[in-house]
Structure formats: C-alpha cells, structure tokens
C-alpha cells in the first residue's frame, strides 16, 4: 500500500487543509488504493477511464452521488501533490464529471426545539455547565464545529460581545447575545478552573480530563442532549449553524451578512437558506391561508 505520510503533510503544510478535509482525503485515497490493488494497477497507471469506472463502481455500491463526488475531489487532489511530487505525469481525475446529486436542504431546529435543546445541560455541574455554554455559543455565532473546538480563551472579547473567529488563514468577528455573553463569562471565571490541568492551557472548551475537547466527543454531547430533549429531528452538530441561519433571515438579516458570520467564501453557499425559509414560508401559507386548501 502506497504510504500517505508525505500527503498527508502536503495537504496540513501547503494546502492548509482543515483536519476534518485532510481525514476525508485520507480515507477516500486509500479506499481507492485498495481498490487499484485488486485489479493489480499502480497510482502510476491510472487514466481518466479508470477514475471514472471507480466512480461509477461507488454508485453502483449504493454510494450516494455525494460521496462519489468527494471522492473524485479527493483523487484529484491526491494526483496533484504526486505531479508536485514528481511522481506522476499528469492528473487523471481532472477531467472526471461529478456525480449529479441533489442539494438536500439543510435540517432546521424551530425557535421552540432550539429553546429546549439549550435548556438540557444540567448547570449544578462543570461538565453541564460546560456544555450549556458550548450549545449557547454555537447557536450564538453559527461557527462550525471544528471552528468551536479550536477556539482559545484569547478568541473571546466578552467586554464587547464578541468572539474571533479564526478558519482557513481568515479571521472574523461574530457579535454574541447577552444571555451567551453571561454564560460563557461564568464558565471562564468559575467552571473552566476546575476544568484545565495546567494553567497554560489555551483551549477555550476542555474535556473531562482537562484537554482540549475533541469532535467525536461533541458529537456524543450533542446526541446526548437531543435523546434527553425528545427532539426527533436528525440532529447533528451542525444543526444548530443552519438554524443559526435560517433564523437570522426568517428575522430580516441580509444575505452578506449571514454569509461573513458563517465564513462562507461564496454567497451561494448562504443562498441555500433561503430555499430553508421560503419552503417553511410556503408551509404555513399552505396552511393557514383560508383559500390555500386544494381544490377537490
């Protein structure tokens, strides 16, 4: 099997790639490794016909069109450090098509199950202390959770409600809602003491072993949160950025300015959530309108 090490360090090192990107690449590379060793074909060998039939051979596994997709991405990724590397000629992924897939909209708490979700950490605790200011963050600024996990004390400016944000080389500036400010200052001052092993820690959220808190571990809290709420939606860690979203438009904020907060580098990735709210927007019309009822 071919060894990834000098990948992986390209990606971390020149592409500046996000842990959660350079896992995903990982994983894709190899999954095809092993499967150019099955058919006895080196990386060295590969052309487009046969990154294509690798495609097709994933759909045909049951694979969705998305995961065909990263996949490519991911081998087109892989081929340019070898071309950087000297150790191929060219990138036989490059002209590979995409799988169509269809853009799922993105699951959304209402004002109501974000209410309860928040109010399920315990605080007669540090660990539910803790998390009750981690869900109240997130909802707060729309970060991502790899974003959430990275923050450091120093990313706080609780004086002027707001946190620093920094993801891919850029730094922004996210404004925090009172009730967010409080807890979060009570976390500082009483729980995070209690918390840390060494003063020196930086991490803004630790786990219970006083260091910084990982994303499989706020995974576990999340689902454990949604079970203890009774929230039957499809929860993830993610679920409360879209729903940071989508409510801020339901409330009148504009596009760009959803956009810089959530750190999207094109509007039309912001764009979606208006898809989110017209559909509700539409749902209660349907609803409520006296003259929306089908014709029978």
Request: glycine share 4%; with cysteine; proline share 3%.
């Amino acid at each position: 099997m071919y060894d990834l090490t000098e990948y992986e360090r390209w990606l971390c090192t020149e592409k500046r790639a996000s842990a959660n990107t350079v896992s995903s690449y990982l994983r894709d590379v190899r999954q095809f490794l092993s499967y150019l060793s099955t058919l006895g074909i080196s990386p060295e060998q590969v052309d487009g016909g046969r990154v294509e039939a690798y495609r097709n051979t994933l759909l045909l596994q049951g694979k969705s069109a998305a995961t065909a997709t990263r996949s490519v991405a991911s081998l087109k990724s892989f081929y340019t450090y070898l071309q950087s590397a000297g150790l191929a000629q060219s990138n036989p992924a490059k002209e590979v098509t995409f799988a169509r897939a269809e853009r799922k909209l993105p699951e959304i708490l209402s004002h109501n199950e974000v209410d309860l979700l928040l109010a399920q950490p315990d605080c007669r605790d540090a660990k539910g202390f803790r998390d009750k200011a981690m869900l109240e963050l997130l909802y707060a600024t729309g970060i991502r959770v790899s974003e959430l996990i990275g923050l450091n004390v120093d990313d706080l400016n609780l004086s002027a409600d707001l946190l620093y944000c920094e993801s891919r080389g850029k730094r922004r500036m996210i404004p925090l809602y009172p009730a967010a400010v409080q807890i979060l200052r009570e976390y500082l001052e009483r729980v995070r003491p209690q918390l840390v092993l060494q003063q020196e820690e930086t991490a803004l959220f630790v786990n219970l072993t006083g260091h910084r808190l990982s994303r499989q571990g706020f995974w576990k809290i999340i689902k454990f949160y949604q079970e203890k709420a009774k929230i039957y939606k499809d929860i993830t860690p993610h679920t409360l950025r879209h729903s940071f979203a989508a409510h801020l438009l339901e409330n009148g904020a504009d596009l760009r300015s959803i956009q810089e907060m959530l750190g999207h580098s094109d509007i039309s990735s912001t764009q979606i959530y208006t898809q989110v709210v017209g559909q509700k927007l539409k749902a209660v019309y349907a609803k409520a309108h006296p003259r929306a009822q089908k014709i029978s």
